[in-house]
Each structure stands twice: as C-alpha cells, then as structure tokens.
C-alpha cells in the first residue's frame, strides 16, 4: 500500500509542481540560466558544424570499448569538477560563516548558504566525488586498457559495457537535474537513519539519493561482470595467469569487490525505499524496524568500495613506476597476493565506521584488529614501488611525479588511517574533520593516480603526448592545494571542529579556516591548469605525435599495437612469451615485428538500443523520485520491450576481411613510420627457440618473422 506524502500529488506530474523550481534562488537561478545559455551554444555549435551524425554513430551508438572508456572518464571528468565546486562551496561557507559576528547574504543568517542548502551541498559532494567521480575515471580506465593489455579484441560483452555506460550517465543526469528541480537529500552522502524516513524528510531529496545510488550501483554492476569475463575468458593465447600485468590483476580483485558488494548495497537502498513508498518500517525503530540495520548494510558496501576504488589506483601506479625507473616491477608475485588480501580483508572491517556505538570492547577490538590488517598488504605494496624506484634509471616525467605524489599521500592516509583504527583514538577524533582529511588523503591518492594515469596513456589513446610543462605545473599547484587544505584540516580535527558544519562557532579556527581557503584557490589555479594543459597539448598534437611505445620503455602489452588504437586493437592476436611481453620484445630485438599473416576478424556493431535504455532508465529514476505512476509503468515497459526485442534480435556483427586488414594495417604503419625513427632503438638479442610473436606465427632464431609460406 502506498504511503500518502505531504503536499500535492496529482495522476499526471505527481508531486512536481512549477514551485519545485528554485528560481527565487539567488545562487540556483542564475547558474539555471547559465546552464541553458551554455547548452544551447553547444547544441547550436554542433548543429552548425553538421556533427550530430558522426556522434551518433562515432561514440553514442558505439561498443568499442576504449571510446566507452573515453566517455566514462570524460563522465567522471565533469563530474569531479562539479563535485569540487561543491567542495569551493563548503569551504567558502565555513571561512564567512566563522563566529556570531559573521555576516550573512542570500537569506543565510551567517555566510550565504543555508543550514538547508549547505546539507544538499555537502550530501551531493560526498556521493559525487566517491560514486560519480572516482568511480566512472577508474571504470574508464579498465575500459580502456584491460583488454588491450591482455590481448583481447574487445571486452567479453561488449553491448552490456555500453549499458553499463549510459545507465551510470543516467545516475548522472538525474542528480545533475535535482539541481534545477526540486532539491537534493540533506543527509549526508551515505544518508543517516532514520533521518531518510518519510516523516522527517518529506521532500523528494532522498528520492533523489536513492534512485541515483541505485542506477549508478547497476551500471557499476554491470561493467564488473564484463571486466571480470574478459579478463577470464578472452586473454591472448601465452597470457597465462602470472603474466597477467599488474594493472589487470588490480581491476580484477576490485571487481570481484564490486560484483559482490554493490548487491548488499542495492538491497539497503531498496529496504529504503520501501519505507519511503510503502511504509514498511524496516528501519523504523519505534516499528520494530533497526536504524543500525541499515548502517551496517551499507558500510558492509562502503568499505569494500573504498577498496574498490583503491585498488585500481595501486595498479596504475604498479604500471608507471617500473615505466619510469626502466626496471620490472619488484615482487610481482607479492603485489597480486597483496592485491587480494585487500580485497579480502576489505570485508572485515566495516564495523569500524561506528566505534563509537557502544558494542563493546570484543567487538571494537576484533574489527580494529581486522583493519590494521589491511597495513600489511598495503606497506607490503608501498615497499615494492620503493625498491622498483631503487637504483632505476628513474625519469621524472609529470606521469611519474603524480605517482610518487600519490605515494607520499598513501603514507599520509595510510599511518592516519591505523590511528584511526585504536577505537580509543577513534572515540576522540571521531566525528571531527579529522576522520574527513584521513579519508581525502585516501581519495586523492586515486586522484594523483588518476591525474598520473591520464599522462600515461593519453599517448596510447590518441596519439600525441601531453605537453609535460604544464602537466607539471598543474601538479606543483595541486600538490601545494593538497598540503594548503588538508594540513590545517587534521589540525583543526585534534582541535575539536566536527564535520558538516554550516556555521563555526570557535572564531580561533578562522586562521586555519583561511589556509584552507587558500588552498582551495590554488586548487583553482591547478583546474585553470588542466584546461591550458588541454589547449597547448592539442594545438601542439602534430609535434608530439607518438609511435606504438610512447615512452621507449614501456613495458606490457598495450605498447605493442598501433597509438592511437585501432578499433579492433591488434590486427593478429599477439602471441605472449612472458610478464614484460613489450619488454621481453625489446630485449631480444623483436618489438617492431609485424605480423606475416592475416586473418577475418569478426567485430560487433553499434548499437542504440544501450542509449534508448539509459535515456529510459532516467525516466524511470525522474518518475520514481516525482512519483508519478503512469510513467513509470510506461518506462518500465519500455525497458523491458527493448530488452526481449535486443535479445531476440541478437547481433550477428560483421567481418573485416584479411585484404582490408592489411591495407588498414600497411596504412598505419606508413603514417607511425616517421614518429618510430625518432624514438630510442634498443639492440636485440637472440629469440628463444619456440617464441612466437603472433598467434600461430612462429620466429626465426634472430627474431626475423618467417616467410608466410614458412608458416606451416
């Protein structure tokens, strides 16, 4: 039976209603007004430049996973910047909002956001920066590189990763319109029972939060299944599982944590809604419902997600580090133990979130135990990268300092991180602003990682490199963001400032208050940064055009086909011979052999159906947070209907036969040939008896590729 919500309600809109738009707002209007400015210039700019057509068919119908890859990063791209506007938001409040003689604008009696506001504010930032930030850039980057370093020609399912894509793109479109149309939940990011409860928070905020969470916690679902069957299933004939790059092994144990994390997560916000919609009262203490029911159903996902999102960062560094100091990965074996012991103690540690509860010291102390376990894998993999670093031929390029960055702040959120874990100094810190910098350091060890990683492979997935100066220069400025913000914060949390607060009372925290704002305009000045790094790089993109190893000592597989990737990445499956493959090449002189031999390949097509159910998967969000009945039924069988219809119909693909896969390939080496000469050569040895360079093509002992007719 349905729960009767305050307010209106009407059979056709629900509960939206022309005074659901904030344009009273002063900080809401105007950014409305330029957000439909700015959108119809770039609806305008394609139209006039006839470009509909090419996105249609280039990038939104497409399935070729590293421009799905593409669009989920540029995804997280937009939203990291929304969710640190966010971020400016929160500072900027706290630094006016300082004392009883703070002034007040816009309504607000101290700074110039509401108590009410500041909640939306700091509830979205949180679920931003985690779920539609983090989380899409690291997807992406799985996307991308994974089945290019295992030698796959695409990932395992490659409509559902276009699924996957537009469902998540949904989540973040639905959140992005709760912006300009009613408002967005005030409890926090992870949201705090029963405060989610109908009766207390009777607005369609916590819609809002609950379907966004649960889209983005499907199309998550989704692209973990897909990534956990590639790199099972589709590996190249050689890639057995100890050659698996490191990079590939982190994906895999952070999927793992997604696949079996995200349901628990989905069944708690379910429970959730049921509350909300039907009154069931799983979470109603005074209904013998539990409010720490839902608190542990999701942090039994939360902390595991941290993990999630952690352990991919750990394989991009594992990949940049041994680039950069021109030595293989030291302790590769340790790495992928340490990799899934995170994974599995990540499990185990969840209660630590809620010390302070009052379980008692047997309970408190098992689960401090279990965290300070996670240290051991972790130190285990902060001592590898050292002693991959030791006594390399190390070359500080912007990629490399972003990695070591992300090293320093491991340790950071690492040591603070076991503080944290003695519940007696968690009884103290708990709560403080001192818990939120232990867990930005953590977060910002995946934004270095991410920053770092794009450097990387930017070459690999278009071409040309980025300009190193101002890659560099963004990162001094950021790094001085970081330690501006971030120092003052831990201190300001021993001094007792608890988080959330709109208003601070303690004007002897202005001072600190301030550093932090500074630190957030130069964070300011790093974004202007990024955007100049954007514009020289690819007005220079013609001199700093790449060939298949961008940096001359790469070493995984990825390095060995064409920069930019071709669409159906290796024209021959590569025949993998060890862990470096690229490197091993190089070693014995064999890196820029070419395959003798072609054959038809079998490619998927695009597809729009991923896009029609992603739009559709909005509606039915929109319709279920506005309840408005008919058109959820109306979207919901729609999805259905495209789903039967897609997987009636099936896709049988298309061939690109052998001669057109050696003109493409003849043309592409003719094109790289000019950038392969002025990169560095290394001497070749002698090729071990047996080694093969291509599927099924044999090398000669002096890593000449056979004759075709020597093939057999």
Same mark, same amino acid.
């Given at each position: ?38 959108? #119809?210039?770039?609806?305008?700019? #394609? ?14 119908? @497409? ?44 309504g607000a009696v101290h700074g110039y956001l509401t108590p009410f506001h500041f909640g939306q504010v700091y509830s979205a930032h949180g679920l931003i920066m985690i779920l539609l930030a983090a989380t899409p850039l690291l997807v992406g980057f799985m996307n991308i590189i994974v089945p290019i370093q295992i030698g796959a020609r695409d990932m395992a399912y ?18 992005? #319109? ?48 897909? &990534?956990?069957? @590639? ?31 995200f349901p628990a997560l989905q069944v708690a916000l379910f429970l959730v809604a049921c509350d909300r919609y039907f009154g069931s009262h799983f979470f109603t203490a005074g209904f013998g419902g539990n409010l720490m029911l839902y608190t542990n159903l999701f942090w039994l996902w939360g902390h595991p997600e941290v993990y999630f999102v952690i352990l991919p ?25 340490? %990799? ?76 603070? /991180? ?16 001192? *818990?939120?910098?232990?867990?930005? %350091? ?42 501006? *913000? ?6 300001? /949390? ?12 303690? @004007? ?8 932090? !704002? ?34 001359? @000592? ?8 064409h920069s930019p990737v071709p669409f159906y990445n290796f024209a021959v499956t590569p025949h993998v011979n060890a862990r470096d493959e690229l490197a091993w090449r190089r070693h014995n002189g064999i890196n820029e052999a070419q395959p003798t031999q072609y054959v038809d390949i079998h490619m998927p097509n695009n597809t729009g159906v991923a896009v029609y159910?992603?739009? &559709? ?33 099936? =896709? ?42 291509? !599927? ?13 007719? =020597?093939?057999?």
């Open positions: 039976m349905l729960v009767q919500v305050p307010g209106g309600w009407n059979p056709l809109l629900g509960r939206l209603a022309i005074d659901q738009i904030p344009y009273t707002n002063p900080i809401l209007a105007p950014l409305f007004v330029a957000v439909v400015i700015g959108g #119809i210039i770039l609806l305008g700019l #394609i139209t006039y430049y006839q470009k509909w057509g090419y996105l249609w068919k280039e990038w939104l119908t @497409t399935v070729d996973h590293k421009k799905l890859g593409v669009m989920y990063i540029i995804l997280g791209l937009v939203m990291l910047f929304r969710g640190f506007i966010d971020g400016l938001m929160i500072r900027t409040q706290q630094v006016w909002a300082n004392g009883p003689d703070s002034s007040g604008v816009f490659p409509y559902l990763n276009a699924l996957g894509l537009w469902i998540t793109a949904a989540a973040v479109v639905l959140i992005m #319109i709760s912006l300009f149309v009613g408002d967005f939940a005030h409890n926090g990011w992870f949201g705090y029972a029963p405060i989610f409860e109908l009766q207390y928070s009777p607005g369609v905020g916590v819609d809002y939060w609950i379907w966004t969470l649960e889209l983005t916690a499907l199309g998550t679902t989704l692209g973990g299944i897909n &990534l956990i069957a @590639t790199i099972v299933k589709m590996r190249a004939p050689g890639m057995t599982w100890f050659r698996l790059p490191i990079f590939t092994w982190a994906s895999l144990s952070a999927n793992i944590i997604a696949l079996t994390s960062a750990f394989g991009m560094m594992s990949e940049i580090f041994p680039t950069f100091s021109e030595k293989p990965l030291f302790g590769y074996i340790t790495m992928v133990a340490a %990799s899934f012991a995170i994974a599995g103690v990540s499990w185990l540690v969840w209660l630590h979130h809620f010390f302070t509860m009052g379980a008692g010291p047997e309970v408190n102390s098992a689960f401090s135990v279990a965290t300070m376990l996670v240290g051991i894998p972790t130190g285990v993999k902060v001592f590898n990268w050292a002693f991959t670093m030791y006594r390399g031929r190390i070359t500080y390029t912007a990629a490399m300092l972003w990695a070591i960055g992300a090293l320093f702040l491991l340790l950071v959120g690492g040591l603070t /991180g076991m503080m944290l874990a003695i519940p007696a100094i968690n009884y103290m810190v708990h709560n403080s602003v001192f *818990v939120i910098a232990h867990f930005h %350091s953590m977060l910002l060890v995946i934004v270095y990682a991410i920053f770092g990683s794009v450097l990387f492979w930017f070459p690999k997935v278009f071409g040309f490199k980025l300009d190193e100066f101002w890659a560099k220069t963004m990162f001094w400025l950021f790094t001085a963001g970081t330690v501006l *913000v971030f120092v003052p914060m831990y201190m300001l /949390g021993f001094m007792g400032e608890t988080r959330r607060l709109d208003y601070v009372f303690n @004007t002897a925290w202005h001072p600190y208050l301030v550093v932090e !704002e500074i630190g957030i305009a130069v964070y300011c000045l790093s974004v202007a940064a990024f955007f100049v790094l954007l514009y020289v790089s690819i007005r220079d993109r013609v001199k700093n055009r790449v060939g298949q190893d961008a940096w001359g @000592t790469s070493r995984s597989l990825e390095w060995l086909t159910i992603g739009a &559709l998967t909005f509606v039915l969000g929109f319709a279920l947070t506005w309840r408005i009945w008919w058109l959820c039924l109306l979207s919901l069988a729609a999805i259905i209907v495209l789903m039967i219809v897609r997987s009636w119909r099936g =896709d049988p693909g298309y061939i690109i036969t052998a001669a057109e896969l050696e003109k493409m390939e003849r043309e592409a080496m003719q094109r790289q040939q000019q950038v392969e000469e002025s990169l560095p050569h290394h001497g070749g040895h002698a090729v071990p008896g047996g080694a093969m360079a291509y !599927e099924g093509q044999k090398l000669s002992p002096l890593g000449t590729p056979p004759s075709a007719g =020597d093939q057999h």
